[in-house]
Nanobody, 126 residues
């Protein structure tokens, strides 16, 4: 059984930092694309970042987070991290970890996602 378990969400003031974790099990960790998506209240789920190691290391960030967020992995722990810095109120959302096989174009197509985590809440406010 594939499981993606997020943790690390919290309330933080603008300008602060958080690190989210996604612990994976039941899948060949380095053979999947691992994503972070987020969904703010009343808005559609959107892609934040992804990492793929199936053909060398590939990372990608949405424009709204580029330069502030960093995605990384701990292969020994089958865990993906999202380090978030200089957080803004507009980063407030439920953050989801997701996974899919690296077939076809790598993008933020939600329909291509095979597995989802349960989400972790990030709130940025003063």
């Amino acid at each position: 059984e594939v499981q993606l378990v997020e943790s690390g969400g919290a309330w933080v003031r603008p300008g602060g930092s958080l690190r989210l974790s996604c612990a994976t099990s039941g899948l060949a960790f380095n053979e999947y694309v691992i994503y972070w998506f987020r969904q703010a209240p009343g808005k559609e789920r959107e892609g934040v970042s992804y990492i793929s190691k199936s053909s060398g290391l590939l990372t990608y960030y949405a424009g709204s987070v580029k330069g502030r967020f960093t995605i990384s992995t701990d292969d020994a722990k089958n865990t993906v991290y999202l380090q978030m810095s200089n957080l803004k109120p507009e980063d407030t959302a439920v953050y989801y970890c997701a996974a899919r096989r690296p077939v076809g174009l790598l993008d933020f197509d939600i329909g291509s996602v095979e597995f989802w985590g349960q989400g972790t809440q990030v709130t940025v406010s003063s």
